[in-house]
């Protein structure tokens, strides 16, 4: 091989290791159907999240809500919240989407109803430290909650029971 060539190949390795480097730093973390939104009495919303092994536990939820351009704020809604919940938090867990749980650490605005524009989402992060094994993740609108009958559950795009749901996330991990 001779000096030009030898230039020639190491640009070449040099693009084509930083393309893979590129492509394996912005891999995500898997996103499964491992949250669902219901209703209860009282227009509380309720959250139900399912981690893959009762050993994995979640170490930060997120619910947040996408507005269109031009909405005006109405009072009362829900606009997002982001809480760590005490490690001991495993396996399936319930709470209001307007309430922290107990033992969870973030700030919570008060809310007592989801704003009848934009899309709401609620997710979860599993995995040790700063890593995330995956993430669970439900997207839903006012009207998708409101349309649920009484012991459905809003989860990968449509109404379920809890025990379909539950068949949903286990077959997602």
């Given at each position: 091989m001779t000096g030009n060539n030898k230039a020639a190949w190491t640009p070449s390795r040099a693009c084509v290791s930083l393309a893979l480097a590129l492509l394996a730093a912005g891999c995500s973390p898997p996103e499964r159907p491992l949250v669902a939104i219901g209703k209860g009495s009282n227009a509380e919303i309720w959250a139900l999240l399912r981690t893959c092994s009762d050993d994995d536990p979640l170490r930060e939820v997120v619910i947040g809500r996408s507005?269109?351009?031009?909405?005006?704020?109405?009072?009362?809604?829900?606009?997002?919240?982001?809480?760590?919940?005490?490690?001991?938090?495993?396996?399936?867990?319930?709470?209001?989407?307007?309430?922290?749980?107990?033992?969870?650490?973030?700030?919570?605005?008060?809310?007592t109803k989801l704003a009848s524009e934009g899309d709401y989402s609620v997710s979860f992060a599993v995995g040790p430290n700063e890593t995330v094994r995956y993430k669970g993740v439900v997207r839903f609108t006012a009207a998708d909650v409101e349309g649920l009958a009484p012991g459905q559950w809003w989860a990968d795009g449509k109404a379920m029971s809890r025990a379909e749901f539950r068949t949903l996330a286990n077959d997602s991990c």
């Open positions: 507005e269109e351009t031009g909405e005006t704020v109405e009072p009362g809604a829900l606009e997002g919240w982001s809480a760590r919940p005490s490690g001991s938090v495993k396996g399936e867990t319930q709470f209001s989407l307007f309430t922290l749980p107990k033992d969870w650490r973030g700030d919570v605005v008060s809310a």
